[in-house]
Nanobody
């Protein structure tokens, strides 16, 4: 069993930055593709970014150039650096692990964290 625990969410003004962390435990983290998704009430979970176990990186068009995903296998942690935040980035952000399929589909991930709230004020 794999546990994913997100941290780093909070309230920030538009144009500000936050860094989310996702700590993984339970199995060999370095072999996993990892992703970040976000969700707002009444909407489907939306792909944000992914990093494969080989280091390939993907972003949604809405965050490309502003967000950066990275991983530290020694710490079993994946990060999401979010810069130039906009009010439309407000959502609950979820860490996802063990990618087995198309990187931007939430169905492709086997494990999920509990989510962390990010609120961007205008």
């Amino acid at each position: 069993q794999v546990q994913l625990v997100e941290s780093g969410g909070g309230l920030v003004q538009a144009g500000g930055s936050l860094r989310l962390s996702c700590a993984a435990s339970g199995r060999t983290f370095s072999n996993y593709g990892m992703g970040w998704f976000r969700q707002t009430p009444g909407k489907e979970r939306e792909f944000v970014a992914a990093i494969t176990w080989t280091g390939n990186i993907y972003y949604s068009d809405s965050v490309k150039g502003r967000f950066t995903i990275s991983r530290d296998n020694a710490k079993n942690t994946v990060y999401l650096q979010m810069n130039s935040l906009k009010p439309e980035d407000t959502a609950v952000y979820y860490c996802a692990g063990d990618l087995r399929g198309i990187y931007d589909s939430h169905l492709a991930y086997q494990y999920w964290g509990q989510g962390t709230q990010v609120t961007v004020s205008s």
